[in-house]
């Protein structure tokens, strides 16, 4: 067995049990994460196991990858320019609305997932918690999105950050999806700026994970480079930030 083969299989495993301890997803349907109803009965369930919403957070929660994405931001700021971005498969995870209130520089925060059940869940969860910006011309929305149809909803060059908290993990982890998987890295290069930045967080390791993306990039038009920083360990599992960052520069 290759060490990428070792490592989807014990990932999928960690994955798998965390969808497990949360629904009654079958192995049937953890298979079958890059599709739309999985995730509207995963969130339905989830759901209706309280009677109070509570955010769901793959992996970890805001507070422990702040030090990622704040500073990166910062870098990216400019007076009166509003920086865009998405939190790609964001579910009903708290990590798009944490950086729209505590961003001190305006940005539109866009929290984007495939299950429009995630998507109502959240939009109601912030009107009722009336969440406030730390910046005033800061702007939050909420869409239902399928991450392999970007080109659809985003023009080239548009965004200045995608945050990928465990979307890419997903595809990467089900039958159909690796396919998939490639399509929207194409599609991420396509849609940022050349100043941006796509940010994975992964419990992949490095030497499948980084294997994957370098593969992934050189099939692209937009060239890119691909780096990685560990985020920590938590309840026995080490967790990773992937970051790319596209060139100006296009192959020939």
């Known amino acids: 067995m290759s060490s990428l083969t070792k490592s989807l299989t014990l990932s ?4 798998s049990a965390c969808v497990r301890h949360h629904s009654s997803l079958t192995n049937e349907l953890i298979e079958n994460m890059d599709k739309k109803s999985t995730w509207d009965r995963f969130y339905t369930e989830n759901s209706s ?16 990858v702040r030090d990622f994405i704040m500073p990166l931001l910062q870098t990216m700021s ?13 579910g009903t995870s ?33 009107r009722f ?8 011309s800061s702007q939050l929305e909420f ?30 982890r089900s039958k159909e999806g690796k396919g998939k998987a ?22 992949e390791d490095p030497d499948s994970r980084l294997l994957w993306l370098e593969t992934a990039v050189q099939e692209q038009v937009v060239a890119a480079d691909v780096g990685v920083q560990e985020v920590g360990e938590l309840r026995g599992v ?15």
């Open 12 to 15: 999928r495993r960690i994955f």
């Open 49 to 64: 196991r309280t009677p109070t919403f509570k955010n769901f957070e793959w992996f970890f929660g805001f507070d422990s």
């Open 143 to 172: 869409v239902e999105l399928d991450c392999t149809q970007l080109d659809n909803h985003y023009g080239s060059n548009s965004l200045d950050l995608i945050i990928d908290k465990g979307t890419t993990d997903a595809l990467l």
């Open 78 to 90: 400019q007076p009166n320019t509003l920086l865009k971005v998405l939190d790609m498969g964001c």
């Open 238 to 252: 080490c967790y990773y930030c992937y970051h790319v960052t596209p060139h100006s520069v296009v192959k020939l």
């Open 182 to 203: 490639t399509s929207v890295m194409k599609q991420c290069l396509r849609v940022l700026r050349s100043s941006g930045s796509l940010l994975q967080f992964s419990d």
């Open 129 to 136: 918690k009336g969440i406030q910006p730390h910046n005033l």
């Open 94 to 126: 708290a990590l798009g609305p944490s950086i729209y209130k505590d961003s001190a520089f305006p940005v539109c925060v866009t929290c984007a997932d495939i299950s429009p059940i995630a998507v109502g869940l959240m939009q109601e969860h912030v």
